[in-house]
């Protein structure tokens, strides 16, 4: 095999799907400056078809497309390339619809129109998403074929006078950077090499939004009452999952799930369930300058702030503020009649 072709086959292989032109090729710009290869389709038939013939390292995909929308095309795509990661683009979005594209298996989604900073940072942190998942592939066939990995000791348990065989591998995690720490001589030099056979770096929770949805799945199971029925998520409740950027990763989202059915009260869990860091998306912060106010107003303002996220459906409202109906409805009530003139 050539030199270039060995080249080639190194290099990442970009998808875009996308009946506009303008922004197949807009895209495509951004791929080539990355290095990658770039395909480009303008259907998801068409796409399918080109994906049986080439497969890609990613894809980036129109949601609102002819005869195939890029929900049916993701699900046909994750059933031909389980591996492949898919990011849907969209100037027609909805928090259900995200949350939706996640199921699915979507990595990520961005919403029309975006500047091309925006794109690259979509675009990177599918790369370490792909990356991450070609050295946890390598690892294992290097387990596979490598039977004794780890190497066979002998050790003499407590109270026994006999030496018996024990072979074992030894897994380590942490979240600090030893090679800094062995710098720093904070971290045993020796110790570091014994451990650092073969290292697995996984990304931060935030870096891989597909991974909510199962592990809530498996947090659910694990803390609902087993002689009663499971619990489950609502729609409101999963979007704000998904919106958050976990600084506490899988862990925290462990205890959000453990507080959320401890203090919830019904068999489906909602957004006023979670925990308060979640009640508000990562990048809303409280303005630095601003009045106080009355705590009366405060609440005014988030009554009314509800209802326009949820559409002036005054039961959703309820659920995201995480008060009953009927609280809500005297509240209106009470603001309507402070609103006419004496």
């Known amino acids: 095999m050539s030199p270039a072709l060995v080249k080639d086959e190194l290099r990442i292989r970009l998808l875009v799907v996308d009946d506009e032109q303008t922004i197949r090729k807009l895209c495509i710009t951004v791929g080539e400056a990355l290095g990658f290869i770039c395909l480009e389709a303008d259907s998801g038939e068409s796409a399918l078809v080109l994906l049986e013939e080439q497969p890609v390292h990613m894809v980036l995909s129109d949601m609102v497309m002819p005869h195939m929308s890029g929900l049916e095309f993701l699900e046909k795509v994750k059933k031909l390339l389980p591996r492949t990661e898919v990011a849907l683009m969209t100037g ?166 453990e507080r959320a059915i401890a203090l919830g009260s019904g068999p489906i869990l909602h957004a006023g369930d979670l925990p308060t860091s979640l009640q508000y998306r990562t990048n809303e912060q409280l303005p630095q300058n601003e009045e106080l106010l009355p705590l009366e107003e405060l609440e005014r303002r988030a009554i009314l702030r509800a209802l326009r996220e949820a559409g002036d459906d005054k039961l959703a409202a309820a659920r995201i503020l995480g008060i009953g109906k009927t609280t809500l409805y005297r509240k209106l009530k009470q603001y309507k009649s402070e609103a006419q003139p004496n």
């Not at 940072?121 to 990995?149: A, C, H, W």
Request: aromatic share 6%.
């Open 92 to 257: 027609h979005g909805s928090i259900e619809t995200a949350v939706q594209a996640m199921r699915l298996g979507a990595y990520d989604y961005i919403t029309k129109p975006f500047h091309i900073p925006e794109l690259r940072s979509k675009i990177d942190r599918m790369i370490r998403m792909i990356d991450v998942d070609q050295e946890n592939r390598i690892l294992r066939e290097t387990l596979r074929t490598r039977p004794g990995f780890g190497g066979q000791k002998e050790v003499r348990p407590v109270g026994s006078t006999e030496r018996v065989p024990l072979q074992a591998r030894i897994i380590a995690a942490t979240n600090r950077d030893l090679e800094a720490a062995v710098r720093q001589g904070t971290f045993r030099q020796d110790l570091f090499f014994r451990l650092n056979v073969v290292q697995i770096k996984i990304p931060p929770l935030r870096e891989r939004k597909t991974d909510i949805q199962p592990l809530v799945n498996s947090f659910l199971e694990k803390f609902s009452d087993p002689s009663g029925k499971m619990r489950t998520i609502s729609e409101d409740g999963m979007a704000r999952l998904m919106s958050y950027d976990w600084p506490g990763n899988v862990r925290e989202l462990e205890n959000a799930i």
